[in-house]
C-alpha cells in the first residue's frame, strides 16, 4: 500500500484532561477499531493493563499504529499523573508533534506547564486540543487568550467551536471555512457565527505575517492575503517551534476531533522533512536509504513473550535477521521478531523503515534509553534525563523464602520503568524501593504482585540519623590484660573535636617521640572507625568529627595490633562521655509546584512539618515553593499534597544536609532506638 509518509503523535497532559478518550476516537474515527472503546465502559484500547482498568486512568504509555488517508500514523497516549512523568518522557522520544490536551474546565494545569518545558527544551512542534468544551462554564476564546500569555508564542487557532458550553454541537474549520459535526460530519455553519470566522482568519494571517516578510509587507500596505498564501509559512512556523496550533472539540461526543487528525497529517512535518539526526559529527539523514539508527523509547515486560523493547527506527531499514550495534552497550545484538502494535494487539512484521514505531523481542541486553544502529554509527544518543525518585519505603516479604523472586519481579519492574529503583540498604537493613510519588509505588506493588506472584507489606524506612560532638574533648583509653605468657597492651590519648556539617571524619597522627610505634597508628584508627559505625549513645553512625591520636604508651612485647584497636575503641567511648554528643538528621531540599491558589496552604503545611522556606519563584500561574524539610516529616508527603490541592501539585526531593535534631525530638528518637537494640 503506497502512504503517504509517517506522524508520529504523542498526546499529552494534564491528568484527566481526556487524552485516552482522544487516541480512542482517533482509532475509531480513522476506522481502526470498529467501535468507540472508552475508559469508563473498560473498553479503551489503549488503557488494557489490569491497573489502568480497576482505577479508571492511564498509567502506561500506549501506542497504536493504523493508517489514515494513505498516512501512517504511529500515535503515542501518555498518563496525566505526575507519578508516571517517566512514561511521558519515554512518549517525547518517540514523536514527532505533541498533542497537548487542555481540559476547558481546569485550563492551564500543573501538569500542562511542566511538559511544556520538556517540550521547549526538545524543540518538538506543538498543536494544544481544548478539550471538554461540551461542559458547563467552559470558554475557548478565554482559553485561547491564556495559552497565548502562558507560552509566549503565536498560539493560532483552526478551529472554533458552534455554540457555547452545553449547546456546542460542531466547530467551524477556519481553513477549510466548513463546519464539522461529531463524527466529522459536514454541517451547516450558522449565521450568528460568520463574523468570528473573520476574526479568527485574522489571526492566522497574523502569524503568518509575523513569520514572513512578504506576507507583512502586504499586511503593512493593507492588501488582501488569502488563507492558501499563509499554509507553507505556517508549515515552516510549526515545525520550527515559531507557531503552535490550537483546535476545540470534546472528544467523548467525537466533536473536533476529525479536525484535529487532519490537522496533523496536512500541517505538521513528514517525518523525512524533520532535521538530519545529529550524532557527535555525524549527521544522518531519516531516509530509508541511510545508516540504520534506532531509538528504544520504553520497554514492557509481555506475559508469553518476555521483554519487549519499543523502537523508533530514526533512519535507515532493519529486518527480522538482521544483527545490529547496541551502541549504548558496545554489543551486538540479533532481531529475531518485530512487531507493529495496536494496543493490546501485536501484529508480526519482516521490517520497519525510517520513521516507523514497532516493537523487537528476545534482545539479549537492549533496555531503554539504548541506541541500536549499523556499524558506521560509532556513538549513542543521549538517554532519556527520567527524574529522580522523590519518595521511599521499606518493603517486607508476606512469606519467608520469597526474597529472590521478589528481587527479580523488581528488577523486572526496573527495566520497564527506570523511575522506580530499589536497593537494600545495609545500615538501615531494609529493602528500599523508590519512586516518584506513593500512586507510583501501589501500582509497581500490584505488578508484582499480579506478575510475580509475590506479596510483600509496606513499611516506614528507617530514619538515617547520625551522632556528632558538640565540643573538643581528649580522653586515654588504656587496655591491659595479664595472662599466661604474652599479655595485651594498649595505651592512646585521642582528641575529638566537630567539624562543620558534611565534611564527615577525619583521622589525624600527632604522634611526637615514638610513644605508639608507628606500625600500631593504623589499628587506632580502625578502632576509631568501628566506633563511629556503631556510635555512642544511640547506635548511630558518627559524623563531622576529627580525631587526632596524639599520646600513648606501648609494651615492647605485650602491645599488639588488637590491643590498641580495642584501647582507642575506650578512648572513643570516654569522649563520648564528655563531648555532649548531638543526634543529627536527614534535612531534604523539597521542591513544590501548585497553582498560585494553594499556595498558603501548601506552605502552612510545610511549616507544620518543621520545614523552612527558602524561596518562591513564578511559572504563569504556577509558583514553585523551595523548602528545606527534616526527611522524617515527609513521610507519605504526595498523598498529603494531592489531598491539598485536589491533584494539582507535585514535587521533587533529594537529600541536602544534616542538621541538629531538637532536643525533644531527639531524646525520644534517642529512647526508642536503645528499646530496640534490647
Known sequence: MAMKGIRNIGLFGHAGSGKTTIADAFLYLAGANTRFGKVSDKTSLFDFDPEEINRGCSLNLGLATFSYKDVTINLVDTPGYSDFIGEALSGIEAIDCAVMVIDATGGIEVGTERLLQYFKKKNIPLVFFINKLKKENTDFNKLLSVLNETVGKNVVPLTFPIGEAETIRGVVDI???KGFGAKGEETEIPADVKDKIQQYREKVIEAAADLDDRLMNKYLEGEKIELADCLDVLKTGIATG?????????????????????????????????????????????ADDAPFIGYIFK???????????????????????????????ANAEKINQMFTIKGKDRSEINELTSGT??????????????????????????????????????????????????SNGLARLHDEDPTFTFAFDPEIKQLIISGIGELHLDVILARLKRKYGVSVDLTKPKMKY??????????????????????????????????????????????VGGSIPSRFVPSVEKGVKEVLQQGTVSGFPLTDIKVSVFDGSYHPVDSSDIAFKIAASMAMKANAEKGGIVLLEPISEVEVSVPESYMGDVIGDLNSRRGKIVGMEGAGKIQKIKALVPEAEMYKYSTSLRSMTQGRGFFNMKFHHYEEVPKEIAQRIIAEAQKEDK
Open 175 to 177: 481553513l477549510k471555512n
Open 242 to 286: 515559531k507557531v503552535i496550533l490550537c483546535l476545540a472539540g470534546d472528544a467523548l461526543e467525537l466533536i473536533g476531533v476529525t479536525s484535529l487528525i487532519d490537522a496533523v497529517i496536512e500541517l505538521i512535518p513528514e517525518h523525512t522533512l524533520l532535521p538530519d539526526i545529529a550524532i557527535d559529527s555525524q549527521k544522518v539523514k531519516r
Open 299 to 329: 520497554t514492557v515486560v509481555e506475559p508469553h513473550i518476555g521483554e519487549m523493547c519499543y523502537i523508533r527506527v530514526l533512519s535507515g531499514r532493519v529486518k527480522t535477521g538482521d544483527v545490529v550495534n547496541n551502541i549504548t552497550t
Open 357 to 406: 514505531i514497532g516493537g523487537f523481542v528476545k534482545l539479549k541486553g537492549t533496555h531503554t534509553g539504548d541506541t541500536l544502529a549499523a556499524k558506521s554509527i560509532k556513538k549513542s544518543l543521549p538517554k532519556i534525563d527520567f527524574p529522580a525518585p522523590s519518595i521511599s519505603m521499606a518493603i517486607v516479604p508476606k512469606a519467608k523464602g520469597d526474597e529472590d523472586k521478589i
Open 466 to 511: 547520625r551522632e556528632t560532638f558538640r565540643k573538643k574533648t581528649e580522653a586515654q583509653g588504656k587496655y591491659k590484660k595479664q595472662t599466661g605468657g604474652h599479655g595485651q597492651y594498649g595505651d592512646c590519648w585521642l582528641r575529638v573535636e566537630p567539624l562543620p556539617r558534611g565534611e564527615g571524619f577525619e583521622f589525624a597522627n600527632e604522634i
